[in-house]
Nanobody, 119 residues
Framework: QVQLVETGGGLVEAGGSLRLSCAAS????????MAWFRQAPGKEREFVAQ????????SYADSVKGRFTISRDNAKNTVYLQMHRLRPEDAAVYYC????????????WGQGTQVTVSS
């Protein structure tokens, strides 16, 4: 089993920056990639960014390209999401997810961390 714990959420003014962290523990060898999703009130959960665990290949939602950066520290089993130029529409609960190399689904999820952006 894999456990994911997110930290770093909070309140920030529009235009500001915030960095989220996601620490993975347990059977992390079964993770092919890590991703961030977000869910705003009344909206469906949406993909934000992904990074492969080995090669570090990244992908982003169009809405965050050029503003958000996903990175990883394999030694610490931690993934980061650096967010710049935050907008009110970025406010959401941000979830860290692990892509299982066995099922190729996001089988592992953190509890989420709230990001609030004031206008």
């Amino acid at each position: 089993q894999v456990q994911l714990v997110e930290t770093g959420g909070g309140l920030v003014e529009a235009g500001g920056s915030l960095r989220l962290s996601c620490a993975a523990s347990g059977r992390t060898f079964g993770i092919a990639a890590m991703a961030w999703f977000r869910q705003a009130p009344g909206k469906e959960r949406e993909f934000v960014a992904q990074i492969t665990w080995s090669g570090g290949t990244t992908s982003y939602a169009d809405s965050v390209k050029g503003r958000f950066t996903i990175s990883r520290d394999n030694a610490k089993n931690t993934v980061y999401l650096q967010m710049h130029r935050l907008r009110p529409e970025d406010a959401a609960v941000y979830y860290c997810a692990g892509l299982s190399s066995g099922t190729w689904r996001y089988d592992y999820w953190g509890q989420g961390t709230q990001v609030t952006v004031s206008s």
